[in-house]
């Protein structure tokens, strides 16, 4: 079975709600991030920063290629044959700097498959910040993928 997330960005207040990485881990950990089963780097303690007066997500936008998770969406992915590992996570407050008592994990996925045909499929480019982004309109997938 396969999962698949849609990336929704989210404002409060003409913001843009997002956790901040605030200690990046050694450049290896994004260097083995996605590729193989284990990082063989060990654990690391990762710190987000986030508006904590505005409605708290169940995953966050990071700009990063760390997610940042609830407890309550890793219980029901937990639910689902996904494989990932988790990583500890602070989380601390955007506006005083204290240490808030929430229940965030880093998300790791730990088996990803090639399954988009992106010379097939369809996007639509949006203006995002400096630059812009490409969101997925009309996936077309693999054959490999669609066999399996």
């Known amino acids: 079975m396969y999962h698949f997330f849609s990336a929704k960005l989210v404002y409060w207040k003409d913001e843009l709600l997002e956790a901040l990485v605030i200690n990046e881990p050694p450049p290896e950990y994004?260097?083995?991030?996605?590729?193989?089963?284990?990082?063989?780097?060990?654990?690391?303690?990762f710190s987000f920063s986030?508006?904590?007066?505005?409605?708290?997500?169940?995953?966050?936008?990071?700009?990063?290629?760390?997610d940042l998770y609830s407890e309550k969406l890793i219980s029901i992915l937990s639910r689902t044959s996904i494989k990932y590992e988790l990583f500890p996570a602070k989380i601390i407050s955007k506006l005083?700097?204290?240490?808030?008592?929430?229940?965030?994990?880093?998300?790791?996925?730990?088996e990803i498959n090639d399954c988009l045909d992106e010379n097939r499929s369809t996007f639509k480019v949006l203006p995002f910040g400096k630059g812009p982004i490409k969101a997925l309109q009309h996936p077309h997938f693999t054959d490999a993928f669609l066999k399996s």
């Not at 994004?30 to 303690?45: M, T």
């Not at 508006?51 to 936008?61: E, F, G, I, K, T």
């Open 30 to 45: 994004a260097k083995q991030w996605w590729y193989g089963e284990n990082l063989s780097l060990g654990p690391y303690e």
């Open 50 to 66: 986030i508006d904590d007066q505005a409605p708290l997500l169940d995953n966050y936008r990071t700009a990063d290629i760390f």
């Open 96 to 110: 005083n700097g204290e240490i808030l008592n929430l229940d965030y994990k880093v998300f790791r996925l730990t």
